[in-house]
T-cell receptor
Framework: GAVVSQHPSWVICKSGTSVKIECRSL??????MFWYRQFPKQSLMLMAT?????????EQGVEKDKFLINHASLTLSTLTVTSAHPEDSSFYIC??????????????FGDGTRLSIL | DAKTTQPPSMDCAEGRAANLPCNHS???????VYWYRQIHSQGPQYIIH???NNETNEMASLIITEDRKSSTLILPHATLRDTAVYYC??????????FGGGTRLMVKP
């Protein structure tokens, strides 16, 4: 079945640095990918919709200059957390759907990236 | 997307069937019911989905009421590895998913 891979799975870095997270669809193409964030003991919250070849669409309250999204190919979207601070520490998860299949086919999720900012 | 309501937690004995309910009384005609689960510190895993007919796959069965206002996910023989948070999501196919609180299923020996 469809596989979505995220990298890295875990990162710790100092406050003020920027962190890039990759989301790849391994065996299918995805013109659209979704980025979610999950804080401890909470549900997933959609951050943005990544669109291949065009600008991402951000949810209300998500700073587009802080969370840079690039979707340069049909199999790769990246999320860069710029000048990260401790409050950005969270579990970041991406999802995608095989565009070749009928529209009701499910989204598939990566295994997530746990980001810890010291 | 229509909102769903699920019990916050449930327990199930290992080897028994786990029946997880979901209410989606405002579902519209073109919305599907999707079930995902999330095991601690992992991304959500797709389980099953349906429109109006009951569905079964190697993981679970999905029973949707005739009026489509509720559904039940059935894990026929729960194991300890089925302990997870289960999310019922109603979605107009292809769009981003809106996650509610889900049901935390605890399978006990």
């Amino acid at each position: 079945g469809a596989v979505v891979s995220q990298h890295p799975s875990w990162v710790i870095c100092k406050s003020g640095t920027s962190v890039k997270i990759e989301c790849r669809s391994l065996d299918f193409q995805a013109t659209t990918m979704f980025w979610y964030r999950q804080f401890p003991k909470q549900s997933l919250m959609l951050m943005a919709t990544s669109n291949e070849g065009s600008k991402a669409t951000y949810e209300q309250g998500v700073e587009k200059d802080k969370f840079l999204i690039n979707h340069a190919s049909l199999t790769l979207s990246t999320l860069t957390v710029t000048s990260a601070h401790p409050e950005d520490s969270s579990f970041y998860i991406c999802s995608a759907r095989d565009q070749r299949t009928v529209s009701n086919q499910p989204q598939h999720f990566g295994d997530g990236t746990r980001l810890s900012i010291l | 997307d229509a909102k769903t309501t699920q019990p916050p937690s449930m327990d199930c004995a290992e080897g028994r069937a786990a029946n997880l309910p979901c209410n989606h009384s405002t579902i519209s005609g073109n919305e599907y019911v999707y079930w995902y689960r999330q095991i601690h510190s992992q991304g959500p895993q797709y389980i099953i989905h349906g429109l109006k007919n009951n569905e079964t796959n190697e993981m679970a069965s999905l029973i949707i009421t005739e009026d489509r206002k509720s559904s039940t996910l059935i894990l026929p023989h729960a194991t300890l590895r089925d302990t997870a948070v289960y999310y019922c999501i109603v979605n107009n196919a292809g769009n981003m998913l809106t996650f509610g609180g889900g049901t935390r299923l605890m399978v006990k020996p």
